[in-house]
Each structure stands twice: as structure tokens, then as C-alpha cells.
């Protein structure tokens, strides 16, 4: 798994980027294997994410709405689950959670974020987390994807149990901002002109009208925090050179961490093809969320705008998948840790709200009572992004988001509340969602509709908001 790899940015997943090759390795995975092309995060946010995928769980019933939650041994589901059908396990890389993957045969973890270069680690010994042991000095001026892949390839050539398999989670911190890539990738894109979105300079009726300062911008809209301030743009140029400038630095730094990502996933595959472990192992790819690469004229992730919420899910198991082969259900993460348990031949806990779609991914239709919806949530209201707290549905044609903006209790939430709105599109005939359509008569119908079933999913799941009735009130209006 990635950090912010926006499925956007994968050659295989054909956006405008595909054009730059900019993730041979993956492409490969996908031709070779299925492709999820209707994948979602729940919460577009790192810790919350990663919580996610350990628990099978939303948010609102793991606890870890923002980014100050954490996951304790005893609810690391998957790793035990897996653990328990005989399974060697191991984590290693990025594990943001704050408290010792404790669940896990071995682990070596960045501290919190991590360092992109000469990052240190806590690995699982003799002393109590988090004063386990500390790594730095082995790593002088490596950058940690190689530095991550080194530890993976050692762990798997050493494994004690080598009589067991193995489930090894193999997290990069790339390519997390701020980016720093791999000094062999300094001159990558140097001559190249990175494709714009359209929607980068011309916003058309996008988001609420008037509401120009909310999210985090690449060129000057956004005066508090920008791209232009990460990247060192001359703050003196006019706005449309500022803006230009600012997002082609801003995408080759992207980018660069992409390639260091691909290249490494490249050297875990060639270790497992020199194995013979190869055709015998699944491998799969995902990233924690989305990621805003100038649509809209929005960095970072948190909305639930298309680039954010979409994430991308690349499966490799020849055995039982078909090569070059796609799956279009609507699926987000809580239903990931479901899933590779059952590819594992493990049992699924019962406290997972997720369901499997391992029998699609090898090729059995969907249920007839598989979900045709996805529900989201953001909680870290107005925090470091300019985010406003937002929830909402999405089908396959059509998107219903309510921005609340309320700070609730979610820990890390900006205290002031914003003005509350909704934003509607038709994603068949508006996938950029570049038309806002909620004052318009002719979706009256659908607007009810879709109202309802926001409802009804969080029925389902149980995000019922009795404390805050308010929020309540407005959905039902």
C-alpha cells in the first residue's frame, strides 16, 4: 500500500497522466491480474484509512475518525485472523496508528509520518513500544521506499517459519507530501510538460457558489496555504504563471515518489519470481485514499470529489484470476480486510462490517444484494485543508454530498462551524463534476432519492448521529 496514490496517476487506470508511463511495474500487476475501477475509500484520510483496512470497519464503530486514533492489538482483526489460520505475519513501512502493531509477527514501522530520508524505525523486540528498538544511522541517505523494500526483502529471505505462508503489509510513505523523491529521480519529467486538468484554471460550477477559499489550492486562490508556498513559486508572478508554475513542480515531485514506488514494487516481484514464490503468491495493490492533483484547482485529499474518494486496487493471482480482467461493484475499504481474509482461506470476525468480493475478483457475478452504493464521511473539520466536515452517497451515476460543517467531537476539528450545503452530480453525463446541479428542477426527483438512500445507508451502518440531532434534521429536509 501507498500513501495518496491517486488511481488517477496509474498508467493502467488510462487519466490524463498515462500518457508519462509513470507506473510500468503496476501496469504490469494489472495486465497480469484484475483491476477494481469502482474502488472507494470510506474516509479520505491517512490514520482513518488504515483503520479501516485492519478493522473492516467505518469510522464511526473503530473509533478512528481523524488522524489522532488509533487501533489496539486486540482489534488489529486482520492480522489476527490471519495470524490464526497459520499465517507468518509482518508489517513493515508506514503504520500511522500510534499504538504497537502488536497483532503481527514482526513489524518495523516509521515513527508517526516518517522521514523520506534517513528514516528510523520501531521494531518489535525486547523493549516496550514505542521504545523499541530505533534504526537510523544503517539508512544515512537512503530514501525510505528503498530503505522500506530493503527490510521487506530481508524479512522475507530470513522468516523464521518458513514452513507457514505469509502475509506480509508492505506500506510506503510515498507520496505523502511533502515529496521528496529519490535522488536518481531528480531529472525524471525535467523536459516534460505534466498535462493540466481543465478543471485547474476553470472551476465552471463546481462546489458552492461564493465559497472560493475552501480547500487548499495549487495556485494563489487558497492565500493561507497554497502549492505555490510547498514549492517555492515567485509569490511576485501574475496568477495564471504562478498557478502553471506551481502545479508542474508540484506534479513531477508526485511523480517521482510514484516512480521510486513502482521501481521498488518491481524488486519485490523479481525476489518472489527468483524464489519460485511468484505464481503461488497474491499480491495486491491499494493506497489509503485519493489524491487532488490540481482539479478543481485542489491539492491534498479529505473531499469526496472523484480524485479523492476513488483509490485504486490492483489484484495478481494467475491461479484463480483472469489476466487483464476489471471489476466494476461498488466496493470501498471497509470491505478490503473481508476480502483477503477470505483469499487466505481465513475466518472473516464478526465484528467486520465489510463484505468479501473474492469470488468477483475470480470472476462470479456480483450478489443480487451487492451494494450499488457507497457511503463516506469526513470528520476533520476545516483542519489543515480548509476542509468543511461533509458526508454523502455515491452510486454509480450520481453523487449526493452534504457539507455539515460542524466540528462535533472529532478530535483535531477546527471549533468554528462553516455554513452548511449540499452538492449534487450526475457523474454520467458530469464525471469531472464540473456542474453542481442541486438548485436545479429537473433533479428534484433524484435529490429525494438519493436522500433517501444517504439515510438508509447510514441506518445500515449505524452512523446515526443521535448525539448531534441537528444534522438529522437537515438530512431529513
Known amino acids: 500500500m501507498s500513501d495518496d496514490h491517486a488511481a488517477h496517476a496509474i498508467g493502467a487506470y488510462g487519466g490524463r497522466l498515462a500518457s508519462l508511463n509513470p507506473t510500468p511495474t503496476l501496469d504490469k500487476l494489472a495486465s497480469e491480474g484484475v483491476m477494481l475501477t469502482n474502488a472507494y475509500c470510506t474516509n479520505s484520510i491517512c490514520t482513518p484509512s488504515r483503520a479501516t483496512l485492519l478493522t473492516g470497519q467505518y469510522s464511526h464503530v473503530n473509533g478512528v475518525t481523524t488522524l489522532r486514533g488509533q487501533i489496539e492489538g486486540e482489534r488489529q482483526y486482520l492480522a489476527k485472523s490471519l495470524k490464526a489460520a497459520g499465517y507468518e505475519t509482518a508489517m513493515i513501512g508506514k503504520w500511522h496508528l500510534s499504538v504497537e502493531p502488536s497483532a503481527f509477527d514482526y513489524y518495523s514501522v516509521l515513527a508517526g509520518q516518517g522521514q523520506y530520508f534517513n528514516p528510523f524505525f520501531r521494531v518489535r523486540g525486547p523493549k516496550p513500544w514505542p521504545k523499541n528498538e530505533r534504526r537510523p544511522l544503517a539508512y544515512n541517505s537512503k530514501h525510505s521506499s528503498d530503505v522500506i ?166 489484484v495478481r493471482y494467475p491461479k484463480t484470476m483472469k489476466r487483464s480482467s476489471k471489476l466494476d461493484s461498488m466496493i470501498n475499504n471497509v470491505d478490503f480486510a473481508p476480502t483477503l481474509i477470505e483469499l487466505a482461506g481465513a475466518e472473516r470476525p464478526d465484528v467486520m462490517q465489510g463484505r468479501s468480493f473474492a469470488s468477483q475478483l475470480e470472476g462470479a457475478a456480483a450478489p443480487d444484494d451487492w451494494p450499488t452504493a457507497t457511503y463516506y464521511r469526513y470528520w476533520m473539520h476545516m483542519a489543515h485543508h480548509d476542509n468543511p466536515a461533509h458526508l454523502g452517497v455515491r452510486t454509480k451515476t450520481h453523487k449526493l454530498i452534504f457539507f455539515y460543517g460542524l466540528p462535533l467531537d472529532a478530535a483535531g476539528a477546527v471549533q468554528t462551524p462553516t455554513e452548511p450545503y449540499w452538492e449534487l452530480y450526475n457523474l454520467a453525463k458530469d464525471p469531472h463534476e464540473m456542474n453542481n446541479v442541486i438548485g436545479d428542477p429537473a433533479y428534484s426527483n433524484i435529490l429525494l432519492e438519493l436522500k433517501a438512500q444517504l439515510r438508509g445507508l447510514r441506518a445500515q451502518v449505524g452512523d446515526t448521529d443521535q448525539k448531534y440531532p441537528q444534522i438529522n434534521e437537515w438530512l431529513a429536509g
Open 149 to 314: 523494500t530493503d527490510l521487506s526483502l530481508d524479512w522475507l529471505k530470513k522468516r523464521k517459519a518458513k514452513d507457514k505462508p505469509f502475509f506480509l503489509m508492505h506500506h510506503f510513505k510515498a507520496p505523502h507530501d511533502n515529496f521528496e523523491n529519490a535522488e536518481r529521480y531528480d531529472w525524471m519529467y525535467r523536459d516534460v510538460q505534466i498535462p493540466e486538468p481543465s478543471s485547474l484554471r476553470i472551476r465552471g460550477n463546481h462546489g458552492p457558489a461564493g465559497r472560493d477559499t475552501y480547500g487548499t489550492s495549487v495556485g494563489p486562490r487558497n492565500v493561507r496555504r497554497n502549492m505555490g508556498h510547498h514549492m517555492f513559486v515567485d509569490k511576485n508572478l501574475p496568477a495564471d504563471e504562478y498557478t502553471g508554475e506551481s502545479y508542474q513542480r508540484y506534479l513531477k515531485k508526485f511523480l517521482r515518489c510514484v516512480r521510486g514506488v513502482d521501481d521498488n514494487i518491481a524488486r519485490l516481484v523479481a525476489h518472489l519470481e527468483s524464489t519460485g514464490e511468484l505464481e503461488n503468491t497474491i499480491i495486491v495493490y491499494t493506497a489509503d485514499q485519493g489524491f487532488m492533483l490540481g482539479e478543481h484547482d485542489y491539492i491534498d485529499k479529505r473531499w469526496m470529489y472523484e480524485e479523492s474518494l476513488k483509490v485504486p486496487f490492483i
